[in-house]
């Protein structure tokens, strides 16, 4: 079945960085497009950045030029690193897959942004 783990998450000060990396499996990870969203302390769970299969990217205008999503067909992973963070970014981030119509998610991994 469909499994995707993220991992990476952790606390950093404003201005820091972090790389989460989603471990995807049960599927033919190279075939599909990988998404990051996340969800903030009472906020809804909205995208955040997007991987075509073809490497063609998409992100949330809160984050352009700050996080880049990039992808290693050879270890199923798909990444997020995110730069120059902001209090803002505070969420639980996932990764997420959309195959034969139904959305998978990972479990999530927190990252705060605080000084």
């Known amino acids: 079945q469909v499994q995707l783990v993220e991992s990476g998450g952790g606390l950093v000060q404003p201005g820091g960085s972090l790389r989460l990396s989603c471990a995807a499996s049960?599927?033919?990870?190279?075939?599909?497009?990988m998404s990051w969203y996340r969800q903030g302390p009472g906020k809804e769970r909205v995208l955040v950045a997007t991987?075509?299969?073809?490497?063609?990217?998409n992100y949330a205008d809160s984050v352009k030029g700050r996080f880049t999503i990039s992808r290693d067909n050879a270890k199923n992973t798909v990444y997020l690193q995110m730069n120059s963070l902001k209090p803002e970014d505070t969420a639980v981030y996932y990764c997420?897959?959309?195959?034969?119509?139904?959305?998978?998610w990972g479990q999530g991994t927190q990252v705060t942004v605080s000084s």
């Open positions: 997420s897959v959309v195959r034969y119509g139904k959305r998978y």
């Open positions: 049960g599927f033919t990870f190279s075939t599909y497009g």
């Open positions: 991987i075509a299969s073809t490497g063609g990217t």
